[in-house]
């Protein structure tokens, strides 16, 4: 069967011959300018050595203190922005890899799990509106930053990571009434044969921040994993605000006339746009990339002042950071890279249990379904019935 075929998207065929036409064209193209000793030797990780982990589009690193978090050791990051750049060689002392089109997927180096916090604005809402009104492509069209799942997947195709962690926004699963999702889906199960799991998650009962992200864990082998469960209870803003924060966080009377004006405006149309104002018993809304421009989503209200926007450090432990995390760069650098950052308790516990199921023995889980299975034909019954699953080995298609 073809897979571009038997996929129902108009656009199905397009991309799918994108990944085709695309795939293995960086893989013998030389890195420009970029010397591969800086890449680590090709040793698988498995045994005593620590899982390696690579990090692309890796912003700030959210994924890297996770990760390393969980015992794996990070053996190459990518991204282009020259601010997240920076921020990252200030924290971890390596500055990242740029544009990952620039990259020669052969000089990448061989690794175990392959984390990605692919960009989001082709798929989440507020670009989708944005986008929609400037007339412009999104999702898979937009041929700048929708085909960046495509790139990733040809690093999947050509390493063969034994793990994937990968997330994007909540808006992922219903873009384009779930088309999207379908392909980047089907490329992961039925043409790179991974078993794929997947679950939209809520960081609020980690971080005072009401925030849904989609994420998407395959496995090589077929492995059993179960996304962490978190109370329904989390902390409030309290636990994070700064006890005497810079008065020029305070709005000035100016900003705060014109929030309540706008606000005002849509309410009367009957739209629910307006500011967050909160105190620090609530949680907040998502924090957004755009929060340098007003802060209007997240404002924490004052006693006789005009209401605050966050502090950059505020901001950083609203997404989970420590405040050891080092922030060397302008405010509205910082908020753009904060909000697009992952939120890194959430992706710690992620980490945590697909380093737990990848150190599993490899076939623990199969041999004690094959077992079951053959005790049941002997008419022994399951030895432990509770962890009875069907198994259903996922083929991996050969892309030609
Ligand atoms: C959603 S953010 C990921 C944030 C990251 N997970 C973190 O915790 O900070 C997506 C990142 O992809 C980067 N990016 C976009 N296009 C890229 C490309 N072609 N090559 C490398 N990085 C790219 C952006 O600069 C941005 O930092």
Redesign the pocket.
Known sequence: MNFARACSNEHADLHWSFFRVHRGSRVSRKRQGESASRVAEDTPAYGAAPFRFI??????????IAFEKAGAKCVFS????KF?QQT?ESNFGEK???????VAVADIPQHDIL???????PFSLAGVSKKNSLGRKHGFDDV??GN?FF?LAEVIDFHRPAAFVL??VKNLKGHDQGRTFDIIHRTLTEALGYTVYHKIIDAKPLVPQHRERIFLVGFREWRHFEFPNFPSEGPKLASILERDPDPKYTLTDHLWNYLQRYAEKHRAAGNGFGFGLVTERDHARTLS?RYHKDGSEILIAQRGKNPRRLTPRECARL?GYPDTFKITVSDTQAYR??G???V?PV?QHVAKLVVQTLKMPKSSTYDLVLEEKHNAHLGQGPKEPSKMVTYTKPKRRRIT
């Not at 990242?96 to 620039?102: A, E, K, L, M, T």
């Open positions: 990090d692309l589009f890796c912003g700030i690193g959210g994924f890297r990518s991204d282009y922005d997240s990252y990242p890899f740029g544009d990952i089109h620039s984390c990605a916090g692919f960009p989001c604005q700048k930053q960046l790139a997330e994007n990339a997404m890279q904060f697009n950052s992952v890194v992706v």
